[in-house]
């Protein structure tokens, strides 16, 4: 399979948006870096990271996640036995970008939201500083969203969604450089900060935001709380968008996940509102008022991975129940029966469960990575919390029924 890469040299652009928001002006030439074609690393091969001391749980050899293994020992310490698991030891990581790789080496960055920390998770090596964001995690807020740029393998850039002390925003940095801001001035609130962000595998980007604590918001046009936005690289509105706005979709209250199947074809995200958690499928111009699927109990749906195989199945990690939704996808796009549970610790061969999960992405179309927030009001193990990655074979493959 081809991917074909855009250029990815960003204007000086002007604040030209509808709605009230704010976007930086800055030099944005892939952060002040001069890149090589040399070093950058491609599709096919992830950059190598080499990490002092022990692996997370992994001793060298080629990742199979999911494979029929024997009993799995327990943690010793930070030190986990699961080939499912490339990170150990972190903090509530609400938000992870798989960097593209054919999953012989895995490889993601992890945010962890009340830290601000960016690390990169690499199996087989420790986990290294990426970055490190100014966030405040009051109010569910923090460091909850993390994408690569549509051009990430030339511009080297990450972008994030973040709480700050005045608003919820978009910023973007690379390894090495201060964040600057790309979206400002999405509503802060007491409660309701918790947003995502993601490619949508067609060049630009998706950011999922939350109501801020007001549920009226979600359906206000002029405000930016409760929508599904769809920026450039520079936060402006992309090309495309419906009247040339930001918003493409309205009414979230608290999004958890937001995913794109690999062509773009497809965008999903799931939210959770006062009597249920929901799924939607998100379409330009429509708004976000019939669910594809709901759970009237709750689990507390989060990240997302729209899987590319043969029988089509959308994963949704929950961060509350602490298992994996798989439901099936039709060809057309339509779930068509119930989700299939996984990783509850009920399967009886590992990996069993991870507990609760939050952030979700694609490594490649049949890998997703995923972290762990058993740290934040779950049960955590020595080795919490962690990256794990997540298959088609792991999550059940999503072939539920009626």
Same mark, same amino acid.
């Given at each position: ?163 700050? =002390? $005045?608003? #919820? @925003?978009?910023?973007?940095? /690379?390894?090495?450089?201060? %964040?600057?801001? *790309?979206? +400002? &001035?999405?509503?802060?609130? =007491? $409660?309701? #900060? @918790?947003?995502?962000?993601? /490619?949508?595998?067609?060049? %630009?980007?998706? *950011?999922? +935001? &939350? ?23 520079? &936060? ?167």
């Amino acid at each position: 399979m081809r991917t074909r890469y855009r250029s990815a040299l960003l204007a000086i652009l002007a604040c030209g948006v509808l709605l009230p928001a704010g976007c930086a002006r800055f030099d944005d030439t892939a952060a002040g870096q001069t890149f090589s074609p040399a070093p950058v690393p491609s599709p096919e091969s992830p950059p190598e990271v080499r990490g002092p001391g022990e692996d997370s749980g992994g001793d060298g050899k080629q990742v199979q996640p999911g494979s029929p293994a024997t009993t799995v020992p327990p943690p010793q310490g930070c030190k986990d036995f699961n080939q499912s698991v490339i990170a150990t030891c972190l903090d509530t990581v609400a938000a992870v970008a798989g960097l593209p790789g054919d999953g012989s080496t895995p490889s993601a960055l992890a945010g962890e939201r009340k830290s601000g920390r960016v690390l990169l998770a690499t199996a087989g090596k420790d986990a290294t500083e990426f970055a490190k964001l100014d966030v405040q995690a009051a109010g569910d807020g923090g460091l909850t969203g993390l994408a690569l740029s549509p051009s990430y393998v030339e511009d080297q850039l990450v972008f994030a969604y973040v709480t700050t =002390a $005045t608003d #919820n @925003r978009v910023v973007r940095f /690379a390894k090495g450089q201060p %964040a600057k801001p *790309v979206l +400002t &001035g999405i509503p802060k609130g =007491a $409660t309701g #900060n @918790r947003g995502t962000i993601s /490619a949508d595998n067609r060049g %630009a980007l998706l *950011v999922a +935001t &939350g109501d801020a604590g007001n549920p009226d918001a979600a359906a206000d046009p002029n405000s930016l709380a409760g929508k599904v936005l769809r920026i450039d690289t520079s &936060g402006k509105a992309a090309a495309g968008n419906p009247n040339g706005a930001l918003a493409v979709a309205a009414g979230l209250h608290a999004p958890g996940g937001l995913c794109a199947s690999a062509d773009g074809g497809r965008v999903w995200v799931t939210d959770r509102l006062a009597d249920k958690d929901a799924l939607y499928r998100v379409q330009a111009g429509q708004p976000l008022s019939t669910p594809a699927w709901t759970w009237p109990d709750k689990p507390g749906v989060a990240g997302c991975a729209d899987f590319v195989d043969a029988n089509g199945s959308l994963s949704v990690g929950t961060s509350l129940a602490g298992n994996l939704q798989n439901l099936p996808v039709t060809a057309e796009g339509a779930i068509s029966g119930k989700p299939t549970v996984s990783l509850d610790g009920k399967t009886g061969k590992p990996p069993s469960t991870f507990g609760r999960l939050a952030g979700m992405s694609m490594i490649n179309p049949q890998m997703a990575v995923a972290g762990t927030v058993n740290k934040d009001g779950g049960t955590p193990i020595s080795s919490d919390d962690r990256v794990v990655l997540i298959t088609p074979a792991t999550s059940g493959g999503g072939n539920g029924k009626d």
